[in-house]
Each structure stands twice: as structure tokens, then as C-alpha cells.
């Protein structure tokens, strides 16, 4: 399977998020505190278990972090959602091994 990137929605030229479950952040440039433009290299997110046991992982923007499981962040870029549900509710399986309820 060709893996397949596409933007986080609400972090376009920040994080991007695969067909296959892999979150990673982007290449970029930002200017520090000191007004220095530094180059950023963009890294593989690694995801943690949250208490229900599902996939997830922090993103940052503006000095701003928050968490979203992984399935939400794929679903969203990936299943149009043409009933506007508010949410998303399904198994992961990533390497064979199952997440979620």
C-alpha cells in the first residue's frame, strides 16, 4: 500500500496525516524569540495511548497544544463526511495490532 499524506485540517503547513495512521510534523521555517528565522525539520509524531485506549497525539500552533486521536485526525482527512456526524467511532488496526473499543 502507497502510503498517502494530507494536511491536518486547522494545521495546514504544520502537521500532515497518512492513509496508514503516521502523523508527522512539516518542514518549516519560524522566527524565534530573538527575530532569528530558524529551519525546522519536520519529525514522525509518536503516538501514545489515552486512558480509553485509543491512538493519540499532541499538535502545537501558536503556542497552543492540543490532543486528537489518531482514527479522528485520518477519518477527517480521509472519509468525506457527508451526514456532518460529529463524531468518529471505530477500531484501529495498525501492525495487526487493534486500538479502540
Known amino acids: ?3 498517502i499524506w494530507k494536511k491536518v485540517l486547522g494545521y495546514e503547513g504544520l502537521y500532515e496525516v497518512s492513509n496508514i495512521g503516521n502523523v508527522r510534523s512539516i518542514d518549516r521555517y519560524v522566527i524565534n524569540v ?3 528565522t530558524q529551519h525546522r525539520k519536520g519529525v ?3 503516538p501514545a495511548k489515552n ?4 491512538l493519540q497525539v499532541a499538535l502545537s500552533k501558536n503556542n497552543y497544544l492540543m490532543s486528537y486521536t489518531v482514527h479522528t485526525l485520518l477519518a477527517i482527512a480521509f472519509i468525506p463526511n457527508i451526514e456532518n ?3 468518529v467511532n471505530h477500531i484501529l488496526k495498525i501492525n495487526g495490532e487493534m486500538f479502540g473499543n
Request: hydrophobic share 20%; proline share 6%.
Open 1 to 3: 500500500m502507497n502510503e
Open 34 to 36: 530573538n527575530g532569528i
Open 44 to 46: 514522525y509524531l509518536k
Open 51 to 54: 486512558k480509553c485506549g485509543y
Open 85 to 87: 456526524k460529529p463524531t
